[in-house]
C-alpha cells in the first residue's frame, strides 16, 4: 500500500519570508508519479507540479521550487519570498505506473502567510 | 476553455435520502475520477472511469455509491440512503488519458443532516 506523509499540518509565516513544506512516501513500486497540488480558500484544488519517479533533478518554477530525494523518499516543496496569496492548503500526492489518476494523497499543510 | 464543473456546489439533504451529484469533465479528456475530502482531511480516491473499459470502484466505502458515466463524458455520483457521515465536500478531476495530470473541479459540498 501507498502512503504520504506530510508532518506538517499547518504553518504560518510572514510574506516574504521562505518556506518549505515537507512530504514522505512510501511504496515498494519503483515507477510512480509524485505530485503537489494547491487548494486556494475558494477550493478548487489546483495542479502545481507532477514528477516521475526516475527523474530526481529538482524543479523551479518561479518562486516555487521542489525537491526530490529517492534516498530519503521525499519530496519537498518549497516557496521562495512567500506571498499572501500563496495562503492555502497544500497537498502531496502519489499515484503508481499505470494509474497516475488513482492517487493517494498526503493530509495536507495549511500555510498561512501573514502580511 | 472550460475546465471540470460539477453541480450542485452545495447540497443539504437528510439522513435516509438519495442525492445525485454530476461532473462535466473537460472535453475530450477520457479518464474521469471521484474523491472525497472530508474536513480537514486528504483526499479519499472513489472511483476511476478510463474510456470504455470497466470503472475501477476499489474505493467506494459501501455498497451505498455508485457512479456513472455515460457517453464517456459526464458523470453522476449516486448516493443511497445517506448518512451523517457522507458530509464531505465530493471532488471530480478528468484527465488527457490514464497516466496523464488530473484537473478538478470546484466539488460538491455534501451535508447530510
Known amino acids: 500500500a501507498q502512503k504520504v506523509t506530510q508532518a506538517q499540518t499547518e504553518i504560518s509565516v510572514v510574506e516574504k519570508e521562505d518556506v518549505t513544506l515537507d512530504c514522505v512516501y512510501e511504496?515498494?513500486?519503483?515507477?510512480?508519479?509524485l505530485f503537489w497540488y494547491k487548494q486556494p480558500p475558494s477550493g478548487e484544488l489546483v495542479f502545481l507540479i507532477r514528477?516521475?519517479?526516475?527523474?530526481?533533478q529538482n524543479e523551479i518554477s518561479g518562486r516555487y521550487s521542489w525537491n526530490f530525494q529517492k534516498s530519503t523518499s521525499s519530496f519537498n516543496f518549497t516557496i521562495t519570498a512567500s506571498q499572501v496569496v500563496d495562503s492555502a492548503v497544500y497537498f502531496c500526492?502519489?499515484?503508481?505506473?499505470?494509474?497516475?489518476?488513482?492517487?493517494?494523497f498526503g493530509d495536507g499543510t495549511t500555510l498561512t502567510v501573514k502580511p | 476553455g472550460a475546465g471540470v464543473s460539477q453541480s450542485p456546489s452545495n447540497k443539504v439533504t437528510e439522513k435516509g435520502k438519495d442525492v445525485e451529484l454530476r461532473c462535466d469533465p473537460i472535453s475530450g479528456h477520457t479518464a474521469l475520477y471521484w474523491y472525497r475530502q472530508s474536513l480537514g482531511q486528504g483526499l479519499e480516491f472513489l472511483i476511476y472511469?478510463?474510456?470504455?473499459?470497466?470503472?475501477?470502484k476499489s474505493g467506494l466505502p459501501s455498497d451505498r455509491f455508485s457512479a456513472e458515466r455515460t457517453g464517456g463524458s459526464v458523470s453522476t455520483l449516486t448516493i443511497q440512503r445517506t448518512q451523517q457521515e457522507d458530509s464531505a465536500v465530493y471532488l471530480c478531476?478528468?484527465?488527457?488519458?490514464?497516466?496523464?495530470?488530473?484537473?478538478f473541479g470546484p466539488g460538491t459540498r455534501l451535508t447530510v443532516l
Open positions: 478531476a478528468s484527465g488527457a488519458g490514464f497516466t496523464d495530470t488530473q484537473y
Open positions: 514528477r516521475n519517479s526516475f527523474d530526481e
Open positions: 511504496t515498494r513500486d519503483t515507477t510512480y508519479y
Open positions: 500526492a502519489l499515484s503508481l505506473r499505470g494509474n497516475a489518476g488513482k492517487s493517494t
Open positions: 472511469f478510463q474510456g470504455n473499459s470497466a470503472p475501477d
